[in-house]
């Protein structure tokens, strides 16, 4: 059974930076394509992160130079760090693994606030 568990959401300031954690079990997170989306209230779910089996990894045009994706596959983790936080980064966000079918996380909230 395949299971993703996002973790490290929460409340911070704006400029702030929070990382989220994405646990797999059920796969090895390293073999297959990956990424973080998230969903403020109201909107639609858009890519923030994509890393794809050959390296290459995408950002969303609104949060380039400001968050990183990374993986680490001894333990079967994907992470989002998120720098220069700013209020409308406040969202749900959500891992996903393309694996032999596209598997989600529950989600962790976000919220940019002073």
């Known amino acids: 059974q395949v299971q993703l568990v996002e973790s490290g959401g929460g409340l911070v300031q704006p400029g702030g930076s929070l990382r989220l954690s994405c646990a797999a079990s059920?796969?090895?997170?390293?073999?297959?394509?990956m990424g973080w989306y998230r969903q403020a209230p109201g909107k639609q779910r858009e890519m923030v992160a994509s890393?794809?089996?050959?390296?290459?990894?995408n950002y969303g045009d609104s949060v380039k130079g400001r968050f990183t994706i990374t993986k680490d596959s001894a333990r079967n983790r994907v992470y989002l760090e998120m720098t220069s936080l700013k209020p409308e980064d406040s969202a749900d966000y959500y891992c996903?693994?393309?694996?032999?079918?596209?598997?989600w996380g529950q989600g962790t909230p976000v919220t940019v606030s002073s």
């Open positions: 059920g796969l090895a997170i390293g073999t297959y394509p």
């Open positions: 890393r794809h089996n050959n390296g290459r990894i």
């Open positions: 996903k693994v393309e694996a032999w079918k596209p598997f």
